[in-house]
């Protein structure tokens, strides 16, 4: 199984901050790599495929980047509902593995 | 617009067999392009994918319950059906069903994801 390692484990930011979260993979996985937003007691919310591509309605302030083995999530001018769990999930190869997750938290 | 709608027996007892349906609304279960998968999520933990069934019946199973899982279609219903069988307390968890379209391998992760059901595994 490929693991998929995101870092950090927990963030702490604030509403306008810039924040990166990392997710790296135990071995190449080219570009297939998505995003999840995940809010309390919610489903999970789809962000990003592609590594980069956004999908359909996501704030353009979501941004993804990388390939291989390193990827990241960035989110540029926090806003108040964006401080959620969020998870990277590969695709490339069964079995579909997640990330353990990232907490966004409220400074 | 697809949805997806989880249902099943709350409560299981240990080493029974856990069975969930998908009811599918929107678009027919056996419409080419579209694939479903199961996922879960333990109390305060991560997601976990389950596997995945197409709509010619074949599937992708997690090879971590590959003895213990079954998934399938049903074509009558318009729903999807997961069986795991000899459930312990590892097994408790909220359990969502979901689905992607498209053709290109490989396949994008599911983006319509069903409301989840609570599962607990307890005697």
């Known amino acids: 199984d490929i693991q998929l390692t995101q870092s950090p484990s927990s963030l702490s930011a604030s509403v306008g901050d810039r924040v990166t979260i990392s997710c790296r993979a135990s071995?190449?996985?080219?570009?297939?790599l998505a995003w999840f937003q995940q809010k309390p007691g919610k489903t999970p919310k789809y962000l990003i495929f592609?590594?980069?591509t956004l999908q359909s309605g996501v704030p353009l302030r979501f941004s993804g980047s990388g390939s291989g083995t390193d990827f990241t999530l960035t989110i540029t001018n926090l806003q108040p509902e964006d401080f959620v769990t969020y998870y990277c999930?590969?695709?490339?190869?069964?079995?579909?593995?997640f990330g353990q997750g990232t907490r966004l938290e409220m400074k | 617009q697809v949805q997806l709608q989880a249902s099943g027996p709350g409560l299981v007892k240990p080493s029974q067999t856990l069975s969930l349906t998908c009811s599918v609304s929107?678009?027919?279960?056996?419409?080419?392009?579209?694939?479903w998968s199961w996922f879960r999520q333990p109390a305060g933990k991560g997601l976990e994918w389950l596997g995945r069934?197409?709509?010619?019946?074949?599937?992708n199973y997690s090879p971590s319950l590959k003895s213990r899982i079954s998934m399938s279609v049903d074509m009558s219903r318009n729903q999807l059906s997961l069986d795991l069988s000899s459930v312990t307390a590892a097994d408790t968890a909220v359990y969502y069903c979901?689905?992607?379209?498209?053709?290109?391998?490989?396949?994008?992760?599911?983006?319509?994801w069903g409301q989840g059901v609570l599962v607990t595994v307890s005697s």
């Open positions: 979901a689905t992607g379209v498209g053709w290109q391998l490989p396949l994008k992760p599911e983006d319509n």
């Open positions: 929107g678009a027919s279960i056996t419409s080419g392009p579209y694939y």
């Open positions: 069934v197409y709509t010619s019946g074949s599937t």
């Open positions: 071995q190449g996985i080219g570009n297939y």
């Open positions: 592609s590594a980069s």
């Open positions: 999930q590969q695709y490339e190869h069964y079995p579909l593995t």
